[in-house]
């Protein structure tokens, strides 16, 4: 395995459990303790967001749950993410309007959809470029407050333009879900607005992969019954599908 490909699973490994210690690595991804070591001081050394523990990694910065930029999310259960993505068209008509919300997967949703005749609303930046080209397509992009890093919109400026729309579908994504306590996020950002969205869509689909399932972070968005459809991969618990179908949300397995 190369060191790229070494630094991604570890980025996934942590993403899941935190923390991992040398000896976790070195069983994961079936190296030596010498490349273990090396492999956390680059990630270490290259993204402030992961410190160095006794013999080990964490995902956890002054005492704060970490988020990856945008970039190493697009990396992170990327095929997964596509597999959702590509199942989330079929819900959609040309004769809806949808919102796209902020997000890799969701970015992913807007790469499936470039040749579709669809009208769209969204809050990312850089969903917003991926379909400008697109002439089928009719764009509307909500201006506000850009995060830097996220190319996400927020604020109350774009909680307002937002306010001015109305949308069959809302696609949105998120940092975890659990059916107790909802949709939530790790920054605080994005959450006003992504309330908003919910108000101003008649159908929501959230797209998350199965390592955000059973998580929680700590920003509340909504509850989990607010939720029409759910849309993930093949690698969520029987558990989690029956808990989940049990609030009433319909549940699908993207292959």
Request: with cysteine; charged share 25%.
């Given at each position: 395995?190369?060191?790229i490909?070494?630094?991604?699973?570890?980025?996934?490994?942590l993403?899941a459990?935190?923390?991992l210690?040398?000896?976790?690595?070195?069983?994961?991804l079936?190296?030596?303790?010498?490349?273990?070591?090396?492999?956390?001081?680059?990630?270490?050394?290259?993204?402030?967001?992961?410190?160095?523990?006794?013999?080990?990694?964490?995902?956890?910065?002054?005492?704060?749950?970490?988020?990856?930029?945008?970039?190493?999310?697009?990396?992170?259960?990327?095929?997964?993410?596509?597999?959702?993505?590509?199942?989330?068209?079929?819900?959609?008509?040309?004769?809806?309007?949808?919102?796209?919300?902020?997000?890799?997967?969701?970015?992913?949703?807007?790469?499936?959809?470039?040749?579709?005749?669809?009208?769209?609303?969204t809050?990312?930046?850089?969903i917003?470029y991926?379909?400008?080209n697109?002439?089928?397509?009719?764009?509307h992009i909500?201006?506000?407050e850009?995060?830097?890093?996220?190319?996400?919109m927020?604020?109350?400026q774009?909680?307002?333009?937002?306010?001015?729309?109305?949308?069959?579908?809302?696609?949105?994504?998120?940092?975890a879900f659990?059916?107790?306590?909802?949709?939530?996020?790790?920054?605080?950002?994005?959450v006003?607005?992504?309330?908003?969205?919910?108000?101003?869509a008649k159908?929501?689909?959230?797209?998350?992969?199965?390592?955000?399932?059973?998580?929680?972070?700590?920003?509340?968005i909504?509850?989990?019954?607010e939720?029409?459809?759910?849309?993930?991969?093949?690698?969520?618990?029987q558990?989690?599908?029956?808990?989940?179908?049990?609030?009433?949300?319909?549940?699908?397995?993207?292959?």
């Amino acid at each position: 395995m190369q060191k790229i490909d070494r630094v991604y699973k570890i980025k996934e490994l942590l993403l899941a459990h935190k923390e991992l210690s040398v000896k976790d690595i070195m069983k994961y991804l079936n190296v030596s303790e010498p490349t273990a070591r090396r492999d956390i001081s680059y990630i270490v050394g290259n993204n402030e967001m992961y410190c160095r523990i006794r013999n080990g990694i964490s995902l956890f910065k002054k005492g704060h749950e970490a988020e990856y930029l945008f970039e190493e999310k697009l990396g992170i259960n990327a095929i997964y993410k596509k597999q959702i993505a590509k199942s989330a068209v079929k819900f959609l008509s040309d004769k809806h309007t949808i919102i796209i919300d902020s997000g890799t997967t969701c970015f992913f949703f807007a790469t499936e959809i470039q040749h579709r005749k669809i009208q769209v609303v969204t809050t990312d930046l850089k969903i917003a470029y991926q379909l400008s080209n697109t002439p089928n397509i009719k764009l509307h992009i909500v201006g506000g407050e850009v995060r830097s890093g996220y190319y996400s919109m927020g604020g109350i400026q774009a909680s307002k333009n937002l306010e001015q729309f109305y949308a069959d579908i809302l696609v949105m994504s998120a940092d975890a879900f659990d059916v107790s306590a909802g949709v939530t996020n790790i920054e605080t950002f994005e959450v006003s607005i992504k309330q908003t969205l919910r108000k101003i869509a008649k159908t929501l689909i959230l797209l998350v992969d199965s390592s955000k399932i059973e998580k929680r972070s700590f920003y509340k968005i909504m509850d989990a019954v607010e939720i029409d459809i759910l849309i993930t991969d093949k690698n969520i618990s029987q558990e989690q599908k029956k808990a989940i179908q049990e609030l009433g949300i319909q549940l699908e397995i993207a292959e």
